[in-house]
């Protein structure tokens, strides 16, 4: 009967199911037969093998076979107590790298803080570091690690802002609106440092609560210099030319540029609206709306492209406030001229379509835009020296616009009326900064963008400066008592103008001669490496150099911060705390500035093939 009752398995002959007291077998335990201890049995003998390895081993080694002692070995190997394996962990001062880099990373990439909280990040992170225990930092950690590495760069841009070189800073600003309908302003600054290279910076984007009344922005203006203790080294403030601005620009004390760029982009808006490209700039809206409202269309019209061998592009809609999309739009559309009649001559629409005068009409269009979207992007560069160049370059588009016998008459109203609104868009801009800054420019010094008659008033104004310069140095020892206002620099301006020195027997008017006769540098060639090669010639020149080299010749250094902020504060993240707003766009741009080239070399060689 016991052998009826034997467990059958490895453990066959050392345990039996009990026996319950009125004679049925509980199958549920098991009785050892060494020690008659009882133990739980669910169909599973590693427990009774650990039992009998470990209390009972002389039995278990005479009476077993050696495929039992072999499973019983295995068996007690796997059900001893458990030992953490030797898997490899992350040292505390790798986790804590990771966690900068992560930090890092989420800020200058705009990434939203949230997404340390994601899955499949964590995987990542996980395999890469294979750990697999390793979790990331919470949001608070990463916020506290954008705050210190925020911190940490101001206070370097402060230190570099305090010393003797820069001596001079060029700031831009403009408004900025949320999607979260938040009103935000942005400064950037600009100098050149000891070692001749153009710096490019964020300073701010505050959060505003008032109007943008002119006085509200003259103070907002000199709130971010006293922050950045800059105050008394701000060389000129560029804006675009809103009546708001321009009125906060005469109640300071500081140079004002107009932003080039919006002029010239105005003045493109005003003279297609009033020339004879209504007409046709109307169908074409109409043309790519069609395609844009429709799917299938779309398809149809990529089709048409791969099988007349073009990329499968889409089509551009031109929109008001988008510079030179009106460009984009029309090239689209003659480069994929006939993808889009065949597309049109297979639907039931209702389009009507340019004739082949008006694609003509659209085919000088475009090229009376290509020299003004390249001056736009040459103009609206912050890597690069940019205040020199709007003279030649603007000496270029006029050229451009010159009236010739094969001009049609919309070309010619066209042309016409783009000279008159830019030179009357130009007449109140800082001209003299100008043409001191292309003066100052290694390339552009022989002055050929200037009339004949106004280049020896250029050289003249310079003269001044370099004479000015010593006893300004002298009083700069003693205290102020007069308020450097716009009444002061408005004299300061005459003062240049109505001068009619001659004196070439200074120290200073020696250096201008010398430096007149230097032989003009390539168009290719960096200006900024040319001044660092000679400034311990021209010492008080390369400091003027400095002052008028450095200030950009546009706001769109704002306007890009902007766009950055754009990637920030998005639908999902409207509600954002200001200062937070502030790290994060600010850090975003300093850490990506820390990537590029700050004199930007390559950058100075698109000039060659727009202006020679």
């Known amino acids: 009967m016991e052998a009826h009752l034997r467990v059958v398995g490895p453990m066959n002959g050392k345990f039996v199911f009990h026996k319950r007291p009125d004679g049925t077998i509980d199958k549920g335990k098991v009785v050892c037969l060494e020690c008659k201890k009882e133990f739980a049995y669910h169909r599973s003998s590693s427990s009774l093998a650990y039992h009998l390895n470990a209390k009972h081993p002389a039995a278990s080694a005479a009476t077993a076979s050696s495929e039992d002692v072999s499973n019983i070995a295995s068996q007690s190997k796997a059900f001893r107590q458990t030992k953490l394996e030797n898997t490899p962990r992350m040292s505390k001062s790798a986790t804590d790298k990771l966690t900068n880099v992560i930090a890092k990373w989420i800020a200058m990439n705009c990434r939203p803080i949230n997404i340390v909280e994601d899955e499949g990040l964590t995987e990542v992170l996980q395999i890469a570091s294979n750990d697999p225990s390793y979790k990331p930092p919470c949001r608070t950690t990463v916020m506290t690690k954008i705050s210190k590495m925020y911190d940490g760069e101001k206070k370097n841009k402060l230190e570099i802002l305090a010393e003797d070189s820069p001596n001079c800073v060029a700031i831009t600003g403009d408004h900025w609106t949320s999607a979260g309908n938040h009103s935000y302003f942005g400064v950037t600054g600009h100098f050149i440092d000891s070692e ?128 030179n999309s009106t460009l984009a739009m029309v090239s689209r559309l003659l480069c994929n001229r006939e993808a889009v009649q065949a597309t049109l001559d297979q639907q039931n629409h209702r389009l009507v379509l340019p004739t082949e005068a008006e694609w003509a009409k659209l085919q000088r269009l475009e090229l009376l835009l290509e020299p003004c979207k390249y001056v736009t992007e040459l103009l609206g560069g912050e890597a690069y020296v940019s205040c020199s160049v709007v003279l030649p370059a603007f000496r270029h588009l006029y050229r451009v616009m010159d009236i010739t016998d094969d001009d049609p008459a919309y070309v010619v109203k066209f042309k016409n009326a783009f000279q008159k609104d830019l030179a009357a868009r130009r007449a109140n801009g800082n001209e003299i900064w100008f043409e001191v800054a292309t003066a100052l420019d290694p390339r552009f010094k022989d002055l050929k963008c200037l009339p004949r008659e106004k280049r020896e008033q250029v050289w003249t104004i310079l003269e001044n400066m370099l004479q000015a310069a010593e006893p300004r140095r002298a009083d700069s020892l003693q205290p102020s008592t007069e308020d450097d206002g716009p009444a002061q620099k408005k004299r300061r301006s005459e003062l240049l103008l109505g001068s009619d020195s001659d004196s070439e027997d200074g120290i200073e008017s020696g250096e201008l001669q010398r430096y007149r006769a230097e032989p003009s540098i390539s168009i290719d060639d960096c200006p900024l490496q040319w001044w660092y090669a000679h400034s311990g010639v021209y010492e008080k020149l390369s400091v003027l150099a400095q002052k008028y080299l450095a200030s950009p010749a546009t706001s769109v250094p704002c306007e890009r911060l902007f766009s950055l902020a754009g990637h920030i504060v998005q639908k999902k993240r409207a509600a954002l705390l200001p200062e937070n707003v502030t790290r994060l766009v600010c850090l975003s741009d300093w850490l990506r500035k820390k990537k590029l080239d700050t004199c930007g070399q390559h950058s100075c060689c698109v000039i060659c093939s727009l202006l020679e």
Not at 256 to 267: D, G, M, Y
Not at 268 to 276: F, H, N, R
């Open 196 to 323: 001749w290279n153009l710096n490019s910076f964020a300073l701010t984007v505050m959060r505003t609560e008032t109007r943008h009344f002119a006085d509200k922005c003259a103070e907002q203006f000199l709130k971010v210099a006293n922050d950045w203790g800059i105050e008394n080294k701000i060389s000129t403030i560029g804006t675009d030319s809103a009546a708001n601005m321009l009125a906060a620009m005469r109640a300071l004390p500081y140079e004002h540029i107009a932003c080039n760029a919006h002029i010239l982009q105005r003045t493109i808006t005003v003279c297609l609206d009033s020339s004879g490209f209504v007409g046709v700039l109307a169908k074409c809206r109409k043309i790519v709306g069609h395609f844009k409202q429709s799917p299938a269309s779309t398809t149809e019209l990529n089709q048409q492209q791969v099988a007349l061998g073009k990329k499968s592009d889409q089509l551009i809609q031109d929109v008001p406030t988008r510079w």
